[in-house]
C-alpha cells in the first residue's frame, strides 16, 4: 500500500485515498489478489506531458487482461530525475 501511495497522483490519489489510508484489510487482499501476477509493458506512448502505457496482466490461472496506464512526471524539468505518478488507470 505504501508503494501505492508513492507511485499515484492526482485525481487517482484523491479517489483511493481512504481505501489506501484507512482500509486496513486492503494490503492483505492485494496480496492475496495479486500473487503470482505478471505485469508485462506492451507498448508506451508519449503524450507530450504525459506517458499512455498498455499493461498485459497475467494470473496464474492464465487469464489475461490489458490495463492502461497514464502517467505524469513530477519533475517535468528534470526528465532524468523525476519521479513518473500514476494518475489513471483502466482495464
Do not use: C
Request: charged content about 25%.
Amino acid at each position: 500500500v505504501n508503494a501505492i501511495k508513492q507511485h499515484i497522483a492526482g485525481d487517482m490519489y484523491k479517489k483511493y485515498k481512504v481505501l489506501l489510508e484507512q482500509n486496513t484489510e486492503y494490503p492483505e487482499y492485494l496480496r492475496n489478489h495479486y500473487q503470482g501476477v505478471q505485469f508485462q509493458v506492451i507498448k508506451a506512448e508519449d503524450l507530450a506531458d504525459n506517458v499512455k502505457v498498455d499493461l498485459e496482466i497475467t494470473y496464474p490461472d492464465g487469464r489475461i487482461h490489458i490495463g492502461k496506464l497514464l502517467l505524469w512526471k513530477d519533475n517535468q524539468e528534470i526528465y532524468e530525475s523525476g519521479s513518473w505518478k500514476i494518475i489513471k488507470f483502466s482495464m
